[in-house]
């Protein structure tokens, strides 16, 4: 198993400088990792997308620098991508690069942008156009905080958790899609869905015994929070395999762009629109349409497992829309579009596409 994937809060004990970055929305559970003492100091932020910018950076940064920290410091960050990819970001830069940690807080970070090393922000309106590869020291991946993410974001995380398991396995593919459709119907579809807040310290990170699987007695999780777990290490270990493999992208780890050329696009077009559609939603369609250019039959398989386990299938921009925002997206190459294809359900492959063979195909 990747070295740096834990599953209980390792020692801080012997770090002589810590400094914890956290997402406002987990302040509680900062509380609980602060009240172990072992940090010199903490930095609240509020997140969302368009505050993930290079300013924020550099108000870490600043903070940093005004606390004291040296080049021995420890920055642990508490919080979704946004908060880890910033944060990470900061500590790729401030002193030329200083150790970091995280803390995942939501599925999606705990399967995909907690892990790998990505770290960046956005510029001008284009999504993580400046960043750094940079390998966090560890992640420790806390169940509890899980408890109280809003079932939106939940469903966000498990559009990036199937589509791990499609490009690795396609047996622990099938396997989740059984255990998720399963519980699908005890998650919330509404806009007002969110479950109810827990109080974290029914669950303490430095309590003796560490146990991070037991449940939490009022977590409104639709799973249990240690099945969810096994299904997030088993997700996050292949993520952490492939990254460490392939670290700066040149070839294996590819293939976790699977839907996302399409997913770019949808993003796009709904910025454009004002429509608001969170990236795993966009992940989630771009997966059904990546399969549409793959085989007729796998699609509609995967639409059928995506729509059971609550997940959203049907691309609401005609496809036109689609082709002309890749052609301006980063992943726009000369020749055509490249896309990753499922072969089958476990194995991909590259295709670079025109857009009038896209739109033949789609
Ligand atoms: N570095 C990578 O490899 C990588 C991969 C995928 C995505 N990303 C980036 O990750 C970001 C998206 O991250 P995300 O989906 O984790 O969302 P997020 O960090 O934007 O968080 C989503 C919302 O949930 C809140 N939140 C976070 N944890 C919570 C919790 N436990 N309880 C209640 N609320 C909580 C946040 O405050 C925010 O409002 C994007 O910026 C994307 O570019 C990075
Ligand atoms: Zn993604």
Redesign the pocket.
């Known amino acids: 198993m990747e070295k740096r994937l834990l599953r209980t809060l390792p020692s801080l004990a012997s770090e002589p400088e810590c400094y914890l970055i956290y997402?406002?929305?987990?302040a509680p559970?900062a509380a609980q990792l602060l009240a172990g003492g072992a940090f010199r100091g903490s930095l609240a932020l509020?997140?969302?997308?368009a505050g993930?910018t290079m300013d924020t950076v550099l108000d870490i940064c600043r903070y940093l620098m005004e606390s004291g920290a040296t080049r021995q410091a420890l920055v642990v960050a508490l919080?979704?991508?946004?908060?880890?990819?910033m944060a990470?970001f900061a500590a790729a830069i401030y002193k030329r690069g200083i150790r970091y940690a995280n803390i995942?807080?939501?599925?999606?970070?705990q399967v995909?942008?907690?892990?790998?090393?990505?770290?960046?922000v956005?510029l001008d309106g284009y999504?993580?156009m400046i960043?750094a590869f940079r390998q966090p020291e560890w992640v420790w991946l806390w169940p509890v905080?899980?408890?109280?993410?809003?079932a939106r974001?939940f469903r966000?995380?498990l559009a990036?958790l199937l589509k791990t398991f499609l490009v690795a396995d396609a047996s622990l593919y099938a396997s989740a899609v059984h255990f998720f459709a399963a519980s699908s119907s005890n998650m919330p579809v509404f806009e007002d869905e969110s479950w109810e807040?827990v109080s974290p310290s029914s669950n303490s990170a430095f309590s003796e015994d560490r146990t991070p699987f037991s449940d939490s007695p009022s977590s409104k999780l639709p799973v249990s929070e240690d099945e969810l777990m096994d299904w997030v290490y088993r997700a996050a270990e292949i993520k952490a395999g492939i990254?460490e493999r392939d670290l700066y992208e040149t070839g294996e780890r590819r293939k976790l762009n699977l839907g996302h050329t399409f997913a770019h696009a949808i993003e796009y077009v709904a910025s454009q629109r004002g429509d608001d559609i969170?990236?795993?939603e966009a992940v989630s369609m771009g997966i059904i349409l990546a399969a549409r250019l793959s085989e007729a039959s796998l699609a509609e398989r995967l639409a059928a497992d995506f729509a059971a386990c609550g997940l959203p299938v049907a691309c609401p921009y005609p496809m036109e829309a689609l082709v002309e925002a890749m052609n301006r997206d980063k992943k726009g190459e000369a020749e055509g579009v490249r896309f990753v294809l499922l072969r089958r359900i476990g194995e991909t492959e590259e295709k670079v596409l025109r857009p009038e063979e896209l739109l033949r195909l789609l």
């Open positions: 997402d406002k929305a987990v559970f509020s997140i969302s997308d993930k919080g979704g991508g946004t908060l880890t990819d990470g995942p807080t939501t599925l999606l970070a995909d942008a907690g892990i790998g090393g990505k770290t960046g956005n999504k993580n960043g905080v899980l408890s109280t993410l809003p974001e966000c995380g990036e807040m990254t969170r990236h795993g």
